[in-house]
């Protein structure tokens, strides 16, 4: 799901090109697309383009008149910029939204069809789909305490809380972890003074970062559908499972949950404790490693790195 930095950059992308200028037609290429009926998407053409903006993972498009879409793209929805009158490409194509300088298409590359439209008709709509997450980019030590505080989470459940921080996901917080040199499963009831304040300088840190090179990398030219991607040359340990940590060359780890995975470095975050996955924690209890080294010698010595049980095998061999 695009985060933060890449909403900015999309943000800043489609200010650049539709910014006054306005909305000529719309074309609703999926029936799963539209997820409100009044006022119509009708509505919004002929008007102006008066503000793009970023509401936590949301991208909104507002139009004179007080008129408003609402795009969430979940996790593969994209925008292309195309020339004027371009059509929805294929099986993947959601919408098209014509301007004077060209096209916007909207499309997601998954069966699942998630990604949203709203067309709301009033600022006291749009504030509905606020989730009322924290801007971290500016916001001060205290209200970052504030908020990571008010409740008791693992850090990784509370980075990636969007009633806690705005725009966080699962790749940017592993990163941002990553250069605290705080444990994901660390809960945040048990953290010091200077672990939060380590916290809130790495997060805006890593944020920054990214929204730099992403900035760099799209200065000339609207980002294509693979651009915006969780999985980056460069990061630390996003992505990276089993290759080496770059800050202390040890292999990145993983915790695996539904459709997501953790990655993590025992060494710089979690004092060598090997975390146990949740699927893998239940099926194989006391014969998970303990650590990074145990894991190895059992490798080293012909075995792996944890021995499954069968529902016959209930004890030692």
């Not at 695996?256 to 990655?263: I, V």
Request: glycine share 8%; net charge positive.
């Amino acid at each position: 799901m695009p985060e933060l930095p890449d909403v900015e950059v999309y943000v800043e992308c489609l200010r650049q090109r539709i910014a006054a200028q306005p909305l000529e037609g719309a074309r609703i290429a999926s029936p799963f697309l539209l997820r409100s009926v009044d006022p119509p998407v009708s509505a919004l053409c002929g008007r102006k383009v008066t503000q793009v903006s970023r509401l936590g993972k949301r991208i909104v498009i507002s139009f004179a008149g007080d008129v408003h879409a609402v795009f969430h793209l979940m996790i593969a929805g994209r925008f292309r910029w195309a020339k004027r009158g371009a059509k929805p490409p294929g099986r993947i194509g959601l919408a098209a939204f014509d301007f004077h300088d060209g096209t916007l298409l909207l499309t997601e590359a998954s069966k699942k069809k998630r990604t949203s439209l709203h067309v709301v008709g009033s600022r006291e709509q749009l504030v509905e789909h606020d989730r009322g997450g924290l801007e971290v980019l500016d916001c001060s030590l205290a209200e970052f305490a504030g908020r990571l505080l008010s409740e008791n989470h693992t850090l990784k459940r509370a980075l990636t809380d969007p009633r806690l921080f705005s725009g966080i996901g699962n790749a940017y917080s592993d990163e941002i972890l990553h250069a605290a040199r705080l444990s994901p499963v660390r809960q945040t009831a048990r953290l010091d003074r200077d672990e939060v304040a380590r916290l809130h300088a790495a997060t805006k840190a890593t944020l920054k970062r990214w929204l730099h090179v992403l900035r760099e990398m799209f200065r000339d030219r609207f980002p294509d559908a693979g651009d915006i991607t969780a999985f980056r040359d460069g990061f630390a340990v996003h992505g990276r499972y089993g290759q080496p940590c770059p800050e202390c060359g040890n292999p990145v780890q993983r915790i695996r949950y539904a459709d997501n995975e953790t990655n993590y470095c025992t060494t710089c975050q979690t004092a060598g404790r090997l975390l146990a996955d949740r699927s893998l924690s239940r099926l194989l209890k006391s014969d998970w490693p303990r650590s990074l080294e145990e894991m190895e010698e059992r490798i080293a010595t012909g075995g792996t790195p944890a021995r499954r049980s069968s529902p016959k095998d209930t004890g030692p061999r």
